[in-house]
């Protein structure tokens, strides 16, 4: 699986804004999907994951209630939906594949073996 992650851009906070991510390769099936932040100086952190048949969703707490991670498995694409965004949501966002079976704890970062190149979103206040 290969991804390209795609959409950030320059907004001013309370404003919207959807990330994609699109997965090429030879197959999509079974992968567990996520979108992870680094904002300067911090170390990468998680922000959400969707299992392979949607059926669960978890959020980290400072995004909860805000962000919406979904995909459509028919055309290879994960999306997170970012509503009323904040100043400290400025941040280089990475979607991550890994198997489902492979890893055992979708939150951390370094246990996901495929990573999109990142895309910057700068929320101004």
């Known amino acids: 699986v290969q991804l390209q992650a795609s959409g950030g851009g320059l907004v001013q906070a309370g404003d919207s804004l959807r990330l994609s991510c699109a997965a090429s390769?030879?197959?999509?099936?079974?992968?567990?999907m996520a979108w992870f932040r680094q904002a300067p100086g911090k170390e990468r952190e998680f922000v959400a994951f969707?299992?392979?048949?949607?059926?669960?969703?978890s959020y980290s707490d400072p995004v909860k209630g805000r962000f919406t991670i979904s995909r459509d498995n028919t055309k290879k694409m994960v999306y997170l939906q970012m509503n009323s965004l904040k100043s400290e949501d400025t941040a280089v966002y990475y979607c991550?594949?890994?198997?489902?079976?492979?890893?055992?704890?979708?939150?951390?970062?370094?246990?996901?073996?495929?990573w999109g190149q990142g895309t910057l979103v700068t929320v101004s206040s």
């Open positions: 991550a594949a890994a198997h489902t079976r492979s890893i055992d704890n979708y939150r951390v970062a370094h246990l996901y073996p495929k």
């Open positions: 390769g030879r197959t999509f099936i079974g992968y567990v």
């Open positions: 969707i299992t392979w048949s949607a059926g669960t969703t």
